[in-house]
């Protein structure tokens, strides 16, 4: 595990865009797995920035996402898929058929699923994954429970994420309950992984994923098992770890230059 420190949300998101476009230079027809919250959105505007100079061309890639909400449709603004056309579909080459994301109004979730799970296999899997991750220590929607999930599953959402995510829906709307998230195995078969985190209240959870046992109620934890995990995090979502802890447990520490 390796942890790029930057001095800032910005620097961070960066960085972070630095990765996604180093690995589509190289592999143009890359399949990058893309999250949606807020940590990912300044990463997505300075992808986009590079497209519209002319130095990143999204015309082969390939893109699957993490998580959706069951019951929402794409034309819903809270959906992940109203989401990402807004952060960074409609403003780059990524040809439609070339997209794919959960389909939160599948009659069948569960065949829907399967499906999903499926189509990332047939594409020959992920080859970067893009990750934020919640202050329960979720990532996609894999929330804290006895086990570690492993394939694409519907979900029903904690209290934490519901109340993280309420704010977002029109007051008297019923935010959707469930939702559909890759699993944790597919998370972990993904070629190259990074994690996205900012701000001082993630400080707490990233400490404990990255140090801490590996335990499905800290679901990102599991990541210290993957061989190509790069976070990418401000320094206030650092401060609750010390380079004397993080060089003990094996984790290689990158300073951004200033
Ligand atoms: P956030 O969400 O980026 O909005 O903090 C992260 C997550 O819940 O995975």
Known sequence: MKIIQAKDYQEMSRVAANIVSAQMILFPGSVLG???????????RQLIEWYRK???????????NLDEYVGLST??????????????????????????????????TAAECVRYEANIRAMGGIDLQVLGIGHNGHIGFNEPGPVFTKNTHVVTLSERTLAANSRFFDSGERMPRQAI???M?????????????????KAEILSRAVLGDI?????????????????????????????????????EVVTERE
């Open 34 to 44: 893309l999250a949606t919250g807020d940590t990912p959105i300044g990463m997505y």
């Open 75 to 108: 034309e819903h603004e809270q959906s992940y898929n109203w989401f990402m056309r807004q952060h960074l579909f409609s403003q780059v080459n990524l040809l439609p058929h070339n997209i794919f994301m959960p389909n939160g109004l599948a009659e069948d």
């Open 181 to 183: 998230t890759m699993g």
């Open 54 to 64: 002319g130095d990143l061309d999204f015309g082969k890639a390939r893109t699957v």
């Open 215 to 251: 335990d499905p109620m800290v679901p990102a934890s599991i990541l210290q098992l993957h061989t190509d995990v790069t976070i990418v995090a401000d320094q206030a979502a650092l401060g609750r770890m010390s380079m004397d802890e993080l060089s003990a447990n094996g984790v």
């Open 185 to 201: 195995g597919t998370i972990m078969q993904a070629k190259r992984i990074v994690l996205l985190c900012a701000g001082e209240s």
